[in-house]
């Protein structure tokens, strides 16, 4: 059984998920925009052990908690083999716009479409879905969809900065998240849960 976790961290109210099967108790965290020791803590607390922290892309709202995080956790960290060599460019990852501290950030694996992540006796699906950011990523397992910026509840991601492709966007959605089953559970970037199906009828940004 999986076991799934949602924090609201920063000032731009993103979302952090812990991931984790619930026998073997092996964990991955998606995201760490802020309070990382708390995110370690709430982890160990219930006896999960974090084997990754996994980044859906790379702007700051989404790591300025990982240095804090990994230092504490002691884990690895995985991010898009797009974004490895972009990630501490600050047009890229908006610290250029916005005043945020940023640590250096170094990728310990890079991942790519089509990946497939061991968690426990479950296995997690990477999907390259770009157009947010070039190397946005999405992860899929069990009809759990954590979908980063890509897909949200009624909308979609901002695409007006470094890398972001509009139209891109919309054809990583349709090709590969709305392809996934109706009864699949959206776990956005910002904001409430969605489902495929609801998104596929209602979502205005896909028609």
Known sequence: MLYLKKFVTGKLYTNCYILGDTKTKDAYVFDAPAHGNEIYEFAENLGYSIKAVILTHGHFDHILGLSELV?????????SESEAELINNPEFNLTAYFIAHLSPIKAD???????????????????????????????YTDNILISGDTLFKGSIG???HMTGDTEMEIMSIK??????????KVYPGHGEETTIGRERKENIFLR
């Open 71 to 79: 230092q504490r956790s002691g884990a690895p960290v995985f991010m």
């Open 109 to 139: 694996k890079v991942l790519r479409d089509g990946d497939i992540l061991p968690l426990g006796e479950y296995e997690i699906r990477v999907i390259h879905t770009p157009g947010h950011t070039i190397g946005g990523l999405s992860f």
């Open 158 to 160: 901002k695409t007006d």
């Open 175 to 184: 090709e590969k998240l709305l392809t996934l089953p109706d009864e699949t």
